[in-house]
């Protein structure tokens, strides 16, 4: 740290030289983040409140009252009426609190209990195993790409004290026999967490627009938490992930009491302790905003865009598109090329894809309301180029990418 402050000039300038590295949602060359730009009239309100902290909510009463309806909201969405939780920092955290409840209500004094989750998982439930001292099973997945039923079956053991389904994964956008994960948590008396933090604000309004959506929420008795984050299609600033419980009693083991709050006595069940009520407050205001309705349209335009690609990437030869996606995200490998080769040559071109190293390996992208039909020309167009300037892989090289 230097001696002398610096005016805010020229502070204001560097800033902006630094920030020429990063890209830029307006590029449409972010085809690989969940993320996206959020609304404008959020960014404002967020900005208006940055001093709010749901940490103390009883110095924020109010608020903390706007995230009681954000959360009641989101739990009219997945069909709860008694629904209760948090904004949180994200998916991540959404998830690490669902399986440290989970684990508070099964019998965790054993060292070697465990969870059981798809393979198509995200990352975070590898931290949750990780923090929590927990084994991770992971089951494979069907030829829909969604969990193998049976295999959760039989994973399932008097150690295992949480299963996962996911609604929207982060791969390829499947969904998870909920109903069926529900049934097997209600026989075996285990807590069924679903990771909806992408689908949570695509799927409602998927079927609101007549598309075919299985139900994958509270509706399923053995549905104790469910993740669903206001910073993806929400449309929210970051941070902003939702946890929410069924009701009250899933959470009861979980609270930890905090005595010396200077607005009072509170009990919380989050991992953090400060926490921005600007979230809380954007997220609120956008929900107000945009309504079934306007969520809807945004969804519609996501999913024209997708289907869209879909059609133009028949014409490319030698990559094929995973499965017929269920909302704007879509996974494509090839059985000709390297993916890994094309990933890295998309990059010089200044894309960014996610890359999945599966088998076969997986290049996603999000169709997020940042890319326009014109984006995804441009990208098709430097696809092509790329593909018929690769050099087809060996028969044994095919062999080890695709098994
Ligand atoms: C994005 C995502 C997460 C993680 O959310 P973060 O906000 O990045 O922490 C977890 N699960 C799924 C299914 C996701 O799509």
């Known amino acids: 740290m230097q001696e002398d402050g610096i005016c805010e000039e020229k502070i204001l300038k560097k800033i902006n030289s630094i920030l020429g590295n990063d890209m830029d949602y307006a590029s449409g060359k972010i085809l690989g983040s969940m993320c996206t730009k959020p609304l404008q009239f959020a960014n404002k309100i967020y900005s208006a409140y940055l001093d709010k902290n749901l940490g103390d909510p009883g110095l924020w009463l109010g608020t903390w009252s706007m995230e009681r309806e954000v959360i009641s909201m989101m739990g009219n969405l997945l069909h709860s009426n008694e629904a209760v939780g948090y904004l949180v920092t994200g998916g991540t955290e959404a998830n690490l609190i669902a399986i440290r409840t989970a684990r508070n209500h099964s019998n965790y004094f054993k060292n070697d209990n465990e969870i059981i989750v798809p393979s198509s998982a995200h990352a975070s439930f590898d931290k949750a195993a990780d923090l929590m001292r927990l084994n991770i099973i992971k089951c494979p997945l069907n030829e829909e790409y969604s969990v193998d039923i049976e295999a959760v079956k039989e994973a399932i053991s008097p150690r295992t004290i949480a299963i996962v389904g996911i609604a929207g994964s982060t791969s390829l956008g499947t ?76 959470v009861g083991k979980s609270y930890f009491e905090i005595p010396y709050l200077a607005g009072g006595h509170f009990r919380q069940a989050t991992i953090v302790g400060t926490r921005s009520g600007a979230s809380v407050i954007a997220t609120w205001a956008i929900i107000k905003y945009l309504g079934r309705k306007g969520y809807s349209a945004i969804v519609k335009k996501c999913m024209q865009t997708t289907e869209y690609f879909i059609e133009q990437m028949e014409y490319i030869d030698g990559i094929e598109v995973i499965r017929k996606p269920v909302m704007n995200v879509v996974g494509f490998t090839s059985n000709k090329f390297n993916v890994r080769k094309i990933d890295k040559e998309l990059r010089r071109k200044g894309w960014a894809l996610g890359y999945f190293n599966t088998k076969p390996p997986i290049l996603r992208a999000v169709f997020m309301p940042h890319i326009k039909k014109n984006h995804v020309d441009n990208f098709l167009h430097d696809l092509e180029k790329i593909t018929k300037k690769l050099v087809p892989i060996s028969a044994s090289e095919k062999l080890a990418q695709s098994i």
């Open 175 to 250: 969904v998870d026999d909920i109903k069926a994960l529900s049934d097997l948590a209600i026989d075996h008396n285990i807590y069924l967490h679903v990771d909806s933090a992408f689908g949570g604000f695509v799927l409602p309004f998927l079927r609101q627009l007549g598309y075919n959506v299985p139900d994958y929420d509270f509706i399923h008795e053995g549905v104790r938490s469910i993740t669903i984050d206001p910073h993806k299609m929400g449309l929210g600033p970051i941070p902003a992930g939702g946890i929410i419980f069924r009701n009250t009693d899933v």
